[in-house]
């Protein structure tokens, strides 16, 4: 899926491979003499590193001109590309089949690169070396799988050395998706591991050509069509060989120490290859915990951070959007209820949404009802009410009716009074209002991601008569939520390295998107903040003179203890209803007392942003 910047470089960039991987598939089968198993270790290895694998070819081995193979290919560095390409074909070929089957399979990641070594060195060694060579070394099956062993230990070591720390790092680094092989990244790290474990396996492949220890590139001449491989196989030369072709069954020119050295010294570099991963990420986490999670970035994620954690801040994936709001369309819209034998009966459906919390900006929300806020629920104190929850979120979810007196397995939290509901599941919340005044409802599953996203609205009880609830002319609802959006993804926002916020909205809009109440000097206002958001205490505030507060958390406060006051300090879950007369015409501004909260994305936009609106009274 297409959601990244990377994503479109990779689209090109295998779009080259493909070309090149074209271009030498069709010099090698139709032009150049060699060997069939070399050809397809061009064809190969060029797939995985497209043009790269282009220049190898045509810089080392493409017959410049016919009759000129034999010549061009002598020099050792050619010889070292072609013995190091027929190393990688194999072995890399091994090592990225078994990392699609590891992926599959949930196997974590250290497991993942051992299976991945021993299928690569395997898949080399029985397969590439020794099946397709055998035509050409002569000799026995078994034979050539015995004198490849030592040459093909060491290619492998070197090349899984390198290969091994940059699939891991990238693999499980800040994009995820790469742990997916159904996800172009996936192919990409791959790509980049292969080159790396190229550059690392090939000083010692020079090495060992110069050793005649691994053959390098060969020529093949057919005569009158027929293949005659034996005659014309050519092993690698010697360094001083010069044009004195050397015999096919040559004899290493290698010490034992020599061998020693050089296998210790690859055995140690591929340990380190494998283990220094684990410095830096969890390698006990396998795709199925975590593949696909992209992670905010500044996130810090260690090689003991859970995989929980991880999915906990991850990106909202865009494939798991399922219904784009208009730009224009609005949360907190009042929900009429069904009734049913006296009970009034509301639906809530949770889903994943896009949603502008400006024009030109969309964040990727959980919304009920395809709204952020949710929609608002409005009953009268003793109502009977039953809300039926519909989960379509990629997760479990509960809803907690937050300050209500509900029997308990009505009240929510997930794991300790009910089981999550799963997704495609409804669950029936049922109660009686025993209260009144400003509430709201929100998830109480994994809140700090849900609530973040958007699972929370409104639910105002109206008080049954006599009503004692300080009345106003008119009436609003302010609830407040911190966002997340970094690099055209959204974050649920939270207090952690990476978590913090960069777009506050109102009612799910961020200044200037907010609501202007008109209001005419003289007239009240009764404003209702709800702390809907999680992470900070906001300090509201109303320009204009001083407003009265009458309620908190729901509960009218009794005359004596009503006081004025100009800025109220919300916290996450509290609620306050205030009372403000305007006395004077014009734009007088609610907003967070918090500059950097009346910000979009750190940028004054229109005089600000964020948590601010404007009352606006004419005379
Ligand atoms: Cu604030």
Same mark, same amino acid.
């Given at each position: 899926?297409?959601?990244?910047?990377?994503?479109?470089?990779?689209?090109?960039?295998?779009?080259?491979?493909?070309?090149?991987?074209?271009?030498?598939?069709?010099?090698?089968?139709?032009?150049?003499?060699?060997?069939?198993?070399?050809?397809?270790?061009?064809?190969?290895?060029?797939?995985?590193?497209?043009?790269?694998?282009?220049?190898?070819?045509?810089?080392?081995?493409?017959?410049?001109?016919?009759?000129? /193979?034999?010549?061009?290919?002598?020099?050792?560095?050619?010889?070292?590309?072609?013995?190091?390409?027929?190393?990688?074909?194999?072995?890399?070929? #091994?090592?990225?089949?078994?990392?699609?089957?590891?992926?599959?399979?949930?196997?974590?990641? =250290?497991?993942?690169?051992?299976?991945? $070594?021993?299928?690569?060195?395997?898949?080399?060694?029985?397969?590439?070396?020794?099946?397709?060579?055998?035509?050409?070394?002569?000799?026995? $099956? =078994?034979?050539?799988? +015995?004198?490849?062993?030592?040459?093909?230990?060491?290619?492998?070591?070197?090349?899984?050395?390198?290969?091994?720390?940059?699939?891991?790092?990238?693999?499980?680094? +800040?994009?995820?998706?790469?742990?997916?092989?159904?996800?172009?990244?996936?192919?990409?790290?791959?790509?980049?591991?292969?080159?790396?474990?190229?550059?690392?396996?090939?000083?010692?492949?020079?090495?060992?050509?110069?050793?005649?220890?691994?053959?390098?590139?060969?020529?093949? +001449?057919?005569?009158?069509?027929?293949?005659?491989?034996?005659?014309?196989?050519?092993?690698?030369?010697?360094?001083?060989?010069? /044009?004195?072709?050397?015999?096919?069954?040559?004899?290493? *020119?290698?010490?034992?120490? *020599?061998?020693?050295?050089?296998?210790?010294?690859? #055995?140690?570099?591929?340990?380190?290859?494998?283990?220094?991963?684990?410095?830096?990420?969890?390698?006990?986490?396998?795709?199925?915990?975590?593949?696909?999670?992209?992670?905010?970035?500044?996130?810090?994620? #260690? =090689?003991?951070?859970?995989?929980?954690?991880?999915?906990?801040?991850?990106?909202?994936?865009?494939?798991?959007?399922?219904?784009?709001?208009?730009?224009?369309?609005?949360?907190? *819209?009042?929900?009429?209820?069904?009734?049913?034998?006296?009970?009034?009966?509301?639906?809530?459906?949770?889903?994943?949404?896009?949603?502008?919390?400006?024009?030109?900006?969309?964040?990727?929300? $959980?919304?009920?009802?395809?709204? @952020?806020?949710?929609? %608002?629920?409005?009953?009268?104190?003793?109502?009977?009410?039953? @809300? +039926?929850?519909?989960?379509?979120?990629?997760?479990?979810?509960?809803?907690?009716?937050?300050?209500?007196?509900?029997?308990?397995?009505?009240?929510?939290?997930?794991?300790?009074?009910?089981?999550?509901?799963?997704?495609?599941?409804? $669950?029936?919340? !049922?109660?009686?209002?025993?209260?009144?005044?400003?509430?709201?409802?929100?998830?109480?599953?994994?809140?700090?991601?849900?609530?973040?996203?958007?699972?929370?609205?409104?639910? @105002?009880?109206?008080?049954?008569?006599?009503?004692? !609830?300080?009345?106003?002319?008119?009436?609003?609802?302010?609830?407040?939520?911190?966002?997340?959006?970094?690099?055209?993804?959204?974050?649920?926002?939270?207090?952690?390295?990476?978590?913090?916020?960069?777009?506050?909205?109102?009612?799910?809009?961020?200044?200037?998107?907010?609501?202007?109440?008109?209001?005419?000097?003289?007239?009240?206002?009764?404003? %209702?903040?709800?702390?809907?958001?999680?992470?900070?205490?906001?300090?509201?505030?109303?320009?204009?003179?001083?407003?009265?507060?009458?309620?908190?958390?729901?509960?009218?406060?009794?005359?004596?203890?009503?006081?004025?006051?100009?800025?109220?300090?919300?916290?996450?879950?509290?609620?306050?209803?205030?009372?403000?007369?305007?006395?004077?015409?014009?734009? =007088?501004?609610?907003?967070?007392?918090?500059?950097?909260?009346?910000?979009?994305?750190?940028?004054?936009?229109?005089?600000?942003?964020?948590?601010?609106?404007?009352?606006?009274?004419?005379?």
């Amino acid at each position: 899926m297409l959601a990244q910047p990377i994503d479109y470089f990779l689209v090109a960039w295998f779009a080259l491979a493909g070309l090149s991987t074209g271009c030498v598939a069709w010099d090698q089968f139709r032009n150049n003499p060699e060997p069939v198993v070399m050809k397809w270790g061009f064809v190969l290895v060029t797939l995985y590193l497209g043009p790269i694998g282009l220049l190898l070819y045509v810089m080392a081995d493409k017959e410049p001109r016919p009759g000129e /193979h034999e010549a061009f290919i002598e020099p050792l560095w050619k010889q070292g590309v072609g013995s190091t390409i027929h190393c990688v074909a194999g072995d890399a070929t #091994g090592i990225i089949a078994a990392a699609v089957v590891t992926a599959a399979l949930g196997l974590p990641m =250290w497991l993942d690169l051992i299976v991945e $070594y021993l299928a690569g060195f395997a898949f080399g060694l029985f397969i590439f070396q020794s099946l397709f060579m055998k035509n050409m070394m002569g000799g026995t $099956y =078994w034979q050539n799988v +015995r004198k490849s062993f030592m040459p093909e230990f060491i290619s492998m070591n070197a090349m899984m050395a390198g290969m091994a720390p940059v699939m891991t790092l990238l693999m499980m680094g +800040r994009d995820m998706r790469a742990m997916e092989p159904t996800e172009l990244l996936f192919w990409g790290v791959m790509s980049f591991g292969v080159a790396a474990g190229f550059a690392v396996a090939y000083p010692v492949n020079v090495w060992m050509v110069s050793r005649r220890m691994k053959h390098g590139l060969m020529t093949e +001449r057919h005569s009158h069509g027929q293949p005659r491989a034996e005659e014309a196989a050519r092993p690698a030369p010697a360094p001083h060989a010069g /044009h004195h072709p050397t015999p096919p069954q040559a004899i290493p *020119q290698v010490t034992r120490p *020599q061998l020693a050295a050089v296998t210790l010294a690859t #055995g140690l570099m591929l340990l380190a290859g494998m283990t220094f991963p684990s410095l830096f990420v969890n390698m006990r986490l396998s795709a199925r915990d975590v593949g696909g999670a992209i992670m905010p970035p500044g996130m810090v994620m #260690g =090689w003991d951070t859970p995989a929980e954690a991880m999915r906990d801040m991850s990106a909202v994936h865009p494939r798991q959007v399922s219904f784009t709001a208009p730009p224009a369309a609005q949360g907190d *819209q009042v929900l009429a209820p069904r009734l049913e034998g006296g009970v009034k009966v509301f639906e809530l459906d949770a889903s994943v949404v896009r949603w502008n919390i400006l024009p030109d900006v969309q964040v990727e929300g $959980y919304a009920f009802n395809h709204q @952020i806020p949710g929609p %608002r629920l409005r009953v009268t104190e003793g109502d009977r009410v039953r @809300i +039926r929850v519909t989960n379509h979120l990629p997760e479990t979810t509960t809803v907690h009716w937050h300050g209500l007196i509900v029997p308990n397995d009505m009240d929510g939290p997930a794991r300790i009074v009910q089981r999550p509901v799963k997704t495609g599941e409804t $669950y029936t919340y !049922e109660f009686t209002t025993e209260q009144s005044g400003t509430y709201f409802y929100h998830s109480h599953d994994k809140v700090d991601r849900q609530q973040a996203l958007g699972l929370y609205g409104a639910l @105002i009880i109206d008080p049954k008569p006599p009503v004692l !609830e300080p009345t106003a002319d008119h009436e609003y609802v302010i609830q407040l939520q911190e966002w997340l959006k970094r690099e055209g993804l959204t974050y649920p926002a939270m207090q952690m390295e990476g978590g913090m916020p960069n777009y506050f909205t109102i009612n799910g809009k961020a200044f200037p998107a907010t609501d202007s109440v008109k209001m005419k000097v003289g007239e009240t206002i009764k404003l %209702r903040f709800v702390g809907s958001n999680n992470n900070f205490v906001h300090p509201m505030h109303v320009h204009g003179g001083p407003f009265t507060v009458v309620a908190r958390d729901g509960n009218v406060l009794p005359e004596s203890a009503r006081f004025q006051a100009d800025t109220v300090n919300v916290g996450p879950g509290q609620r306050y209803d205030v009372i403000w007369k305007a006395a004077k015409p014009g734009k =007088w501004l609610v907003h967070c007392h918090i500059p950097h909260h009346t910000t979009n994305n750190n940028v004054e936009q229109d005089g600000g942003g964020g948590l601010m609106m404007v009352l606006d009274v004419s005379a």
